[in-house]
Nanobody, 115 residues
């Protein structure tokens, strides 16, 4: 299976933007759908959205219109552009295969949205 390393998180004020990146240890070109997930303290991990090759992303209602997923198979990367961030977007963000994630997850990247 492919291992993932997420980066780009940090602290931002509400309304601002962040760009997250995820790099696979191997080729992701054979993975049909790649997803971004997040987990807030005390909550279960949830799907943020996913992308298929040559297609646009599909998003959870809570982020639709604000978040955009892209992938670059040549660079083994999947990205998440997050705009108009809200405090409820605060969580650790992960990437993994969708809909059946690999059993091994990366360390994730923390996103904190607060004033």
């Amino acid at each position: 299976q492919v291992q993932f390393v997420e980066s780009g998180g940090g602290w931002v004020q509400p309304g601002r933007s962040l760009y997250l990146s995820c790099t696979g240890s191997g080729s992701i070109s054979s993975i049909y759908a790649m997803g971004w997930y997040r987990q807030a303290p005390g909550k279960q991990r949830e799907l943020v959205g996913f992308i298929i090759p040559g297609g646009s992303g599909n998003y959870a209602d809570s982020v639709k219109g604000r978040f955009t997923i892209s992938r670059d198979n040549a660079k083994n990367t999947v990205s998440l552009q997050m705009n108009s961030l809200k405090p409820e977007d605060s969580a650790v963000y992960y990437c993994n295969r969708y809909p059946v994630p690999f059993t091994s997850w990366g360390q994730g990247t923390q996103v904190t949205v607060s004033s």
